[in-house]
């Protein structure tokens, strides 16, 4: 590591809310329109899905749920913001109004039959005999449906003695840690629901995949009640064996779904139905606002389910503000490859009408398509990311660097900071790279968060 030679330098110790290692911007495969077996089968991949990616290497939960707002997301430890205008399956970030959520009927059904499994007609006849309701009860518990009450409603711990039910089921947050149980229903969902060989599937893979959070786990205490923070790994176990596992990071504000797995035998349970209710029951009881379900892509017939919770929010691309997920927005989206309402309203487009929307879909161009290996982010137009006079003011010599031990320095105080072309190093391009590494990402995660970092660019 360099050291300062700024007379005016200094080095401080910090705890930052994030540290980050830009990888920068680059075009992939889109797995959405795309089979694996094309994606397989070309050398190079198409261009379709762009985005900006870096490397997490420690988070606050705060930060995180920050970064999500201004559409990130993350894969093990990769952090990426897709670049909606150029995909080809354009990512919005989603989030349901968790205390607001009423369920739908088949939700209902689907909670309701599988606690009856789980209980049996013998548990649930002798426990009317031995817990009667009252008449009141009765009528409040026939025709509302509690979703936190519902959930839980067949958990062991929760159930009311001595009568045994016909299987015994229990829900149980751990920390996202590997093992090798969860490694074998990992393999199993792999395996089985997304169709992938042996040589997609590894320990290595899960690990980096679903056990890596940089995430910091902590519990506090919020009125009273208990508030976990951090990645956690919700653990669902059938009879002592586990069945799934809902991969999540709890926030400030909001439950963030990762990923959610199941064993194959669950299947005919709407197991998905049931981790998406559990969930937003899990943001109610943690105190948070939403219910985070990861990105909707409109043309995808797999996405289409999130649409299904109300009420849901799109994250505009260029304000970040939220917009509610309604037919309007819908027939825009039908439209459209790329929608951003606040763009649109401000441009005074009304929203079109079916037979508009299916005649514009028809006819719309493909997005563009870069062939380039190396990818210049401001010549992009990336929805939400600083122009270059916006990050002209900003100082980019004063974000802060590692220094050993805790310590940082801001980049500003390293002689040769910029990253220019020395003698004898082969380059010709003569561009400070290191500068314009720091811009390109202070450009996707603004001015706001970027004073929040401290920025690595070791590989480890």
Not at 170 to 196: M, S, W
Not at 390 to 402: I, K, Q, T, V, Y
Request: aromatic share 10%; proline share 6%.
């Amino acid at each position: 590591m360099s050291s300062p030679t700024n007379s005016n330098s200094s080095t401080t110790t910090i705890v930052p809310d994030a540290v980050l290692g830009p990888i920068g911007y680059h075009a992939h495969s889109c797995g959405y329109c795309k089979s694996k077996a094309e994606r397989r089968s070309s050398s190079r991949g198409s261009s379709g899905s762009p985005s900006y990616y870096a490397s997490s290497k420690y988070l606050t939960p705060k930060f995180y749920e920050d970064l999500i707002c201004r559409g990130w997301r993350r894969s093990g430890t990769l952090l990426y913001k897709p670049d909606l205008r150029n995909a080809c399956c354009p990512h919005y970030t989603l989030r349901l109004d968790a205390p607001a959520f009423k369920a739908t009927k088949d939700q209902r059904q689907a909670q309701n039959r599988f606690n009856h499994y789980i209980l049996g007609d013998e548990y649930i006849k002798e426990t009317a005999k031995l817990h009667p309701k009252s008449k009141a009860e009765a009528a409040r518990y026939k025709q509302t449906f509690d979703l936190c009450e519902r959930v839980h409603e067949s958990e062991l711990s929760y159930l009311q003695e001595p009568t045994k039910p016909a299987h015994e089921f229990a829900v149980t947050l751990d920390p996202d840690t590997f093992t090798e149980e969860k490694y074998l229903l990992y393999e199993n969902y792999q395996r089985i629901v997304h169709k992938e060989g042996p040589d997609d599937i590894s320990r290595h893979g899960f690990r980096n995949f679903l056990c890596s959070s940089k995430i910091k786990r902590s519990t506090t205490i919020v009125d009273g009640k208990e508030k976990k923070l951090g990645s956690y790994h919700q653990c669902y176990r059938l009879d002592g064996r586990l069945v799934a596992i809902g991969v999540l990071d709890l926030l400030p504000n909001a439950i963030s779904a990762v990923y959610f797995m199941y064993h194959e035998d669950l299947h005919t349970w709407s197991p998905g139905k049931l981790s998406a209710l559990r969930e937003t029951a899990l943001a109610i009881e943690q105190g948070c606002r939403w219910y985070m379900m990861g990105f909707y892509i409109h043309g995808c017939t797999k996405m289409k389910y999130k649409a299904d919770y109300h009420p849901q929010y799109i994250l505009d691309p260029e304000k970040y503000t939220w917009d509610l997920l309604d037919d309007d927005l819908k027939l825009r989206m039908d439209a459209r490859r790329y929608v951003s309402l606040s763009s649109e309203k401000a441009r005074g487009i009304p929203a079109p009408t079916k037979e508009e929307a299916e005649a514009a879909a028809a006819s719309r161009s493909p997005p563009p398509t870069n062939d380039g290996d190396d990818l210049n982010l401001l010549s992009q137009n990336m929805p939400g990311a600083l122009t270059a006079d916006e990050l002209e003011a900003f100082d980019l010599g004063s974000l802060l660097r590692p220094y050993g031990r805790g310590a940082v320095i801001r980049f500003s105080d390293i002689d040769g900071w910029e990253g220019y072309p020395e003698p004898g190093d082969g380059r010709t391009d003569g561009e400070p790279v290191i500068k314009q590494a720091l811009g390109d990402l202070v450009a996707v995660v603004g001015t706001e968060l970027a004073g929040r970092l401290v920025v690595d660019f070791a590989q480890r």
